[in-house]
C-alpha cells in the first residue's frame, strides 16, 4: 500500500450501501426488488430485465477506502451503480428511491475519510430532477452521476433545461455517464455492450447535448463525460461538419459547446490520454476509474504514463476536479 498522493481525485466509481438493500428488501420500494445470489446481488425494476449481478465490491465500504490509499488517491467521489438509477419508476417511487439512494449514500460517505458523495436524480421526471437536485445539495453530495436512456427524453429535450439551469445555479457538476434501459441485441453477448455499446451510447447523449446550445446558455454549468466521451473526441470536426453541412438543427456554437465539455480518463490507454489532452485541454481532462469495475487496474499510473507535461499530469490527477467540483 502506498500512501495517498496529495490532490489526487477519482471522480467516477460506484457504490451501492447496505442501507439501500435492506430498505428493498423490506419492502420500501413496491416496484424495486432484489433477489440474493451465488454470483451477487441482482435487482430488477419495471420494464427494464434483471440487473447483472452486483459484485461484492460493490457494497464493501472498507475496500472502497482501502483501495484508494492502495492506489495513491486521496479523495474518491462515489457515484451510484447506474444500473439502479431507477429511470423507470413512476413519479412517487422515483421520489423516494432517489431520496433514499442519496440519504444513504451520503451518511456512509460521511463516516468514512476521503470519501464524498455524488447523487442520482430522477431524469425521467425533469421537474422531480430540479427538486431532488437540490435535495441532495443539502445532503451533501457534491454533483450528480446521471445515465443516457432515459424513456421518453434526450439529452437535446428542452424538457431538461430546468434540470441544466439547476446543475448551473448549485454549482453541481453532471456526470453524464452511458446506460441501457434494453441492451440491444446485437450488443448482448461477446461483453460488446460495455467493450462498444457505452462508447457508443454516449457520443450519442453528448452530442445532443452539444447540439442543444445549453453548455452555452449556462455558463456555469460543468458537464463531465464518462468513458473518456466515447468517440465524440475522435469525431468532433465530423460532429462540427455535420452542423456546418445544416443537418444538426443547432442555432449555437457547436465547437464552442464542444469547448465547454469535460472528460475523464477511463477507458483510455496512455496514447489515447495523450490525445485527449491535446484535442481538449488538459484543464478539461479528470482522473476516473469506473471502480470496482475492472477497466482501469492502474488508473494514476496510466495518467504518469501518458507522456503528458507534469502540469497537464497534476491537473488531470486532481486539479481539475478541485477546481470544477470547488474542493479547494
Not at 470536426?237 to 472528460?263: K, M
Request: hydrophobic share 45%.
Amino acid at each position: 500500500m502506498t500512501a495517498a498522493l496529495p490532490g489526487v481525485v477519482d471522480i467516477h466509481l460506484h457504490f451501492i450501501p447496505a442501507e439501500l438493500v435492506a430498505r428493498i428488501e423490506q419492502g420500501g420500494f413496491p416496484n424495486v426488488g432484489v433477489v440474493r445470489r451465488d454470483a451477487g446481488l441482482v435487482f430488477t425494476f419495471p420494464g427494464m430485465a434483471p440487473s447483472a449481478p452486483a459484485q461484492p465490491a460493490l457494497l464493501d465500504l472498507p475496500q472502497l477506502a482501502e483501495r484508494g490509499a492502495a492506489e495513491g488517491i486521496e479523495l474518491q467521489l462515489a457515484s451510484p451503480w447506474t444500473d439502479l438509477l431507477g429511470y423507470t419508476l413512476s413519479e412517487p417511487e422515483a421520489v423516494a428511491w432517489t431520496r433514499a439512494y442519496n440519504e444513504s449514500l451520503a451518511a456512509a460517505c460521511a463516516g468514512q475519510a476521503g470519501l464524498l458523495p455524488l447523487a442520482t436524480i430522477p431524469l425521467q421526471h425533469p421537474g422531480l430532477a430540479v427538486s431532488e437536485l437540490e435535495a441532495a445539495s443539502q445532503l451533501g453530495c457534491r454533483g450528480a452521476m446521471v445515465g443516457t436512456d432515459i424513456p421518453g427524453v434526450d439529452f437535446d429535450s428542452p424538457q431538461l433545461g430546468p434540470v441544466w439551469e439547476a446543475a448551473a445555479k448549485l454549482r453541481m457538476p453532471i456526470i453524464v455517464h452511458p446506460t441501457f434501459l434494453e441492451v440491444p441485441l446485437r450488443l448482448q453477448s461477446r461483453g460488446l455492450k460495455n467493450a462498444v455499446g457505452r462508447a457508443g451510447e454516449a457520443t450519442i447523449a453528448l452530442t445532443r447535448l452539444v447540439y442543444s446550445g445549453a453548455l452555452l446558455r449556462h455558463p456555469d454549468l460543468s458537464v463531465i463525460a464518462a468513458l473518456g466521451g466515447g468517440g465524440l473526441a475522435p469525431l468532433t470536426r465530423r460532429i462540427i461538419r455535420n452542423h456546418e453541412l445544416g443537418w444538426s438543427g443547432a442555432d449555437s456554437d457547436v465547437a464552442a459547446s464542444i469547448g465547454r465539455l469535460y472528460f475523464d480518463t477511463c477507458g483510455t490507454d496512455p496514447a489515447y490520454l495523450r490525445f485527449l489532452v491535446s484535442r481538449v485541454g488538459g484543464e478539461r481532462v479528470m482522473l476516473g476509474s469506473d471502480y470496482p469495475f475492472p477497466w482501469e487496474p492502474r488508473p494514476v499510473h496510466k495518467v504518469n504514463q501518458a507522456g503528458l507535461t507534469s502540469a497537464e499530469t497534476a491537473a488531470v490527477l486532481g486539479g481539475n476536479a478541485r477546481r470544477v467540483f470547488g474542493f479547494d
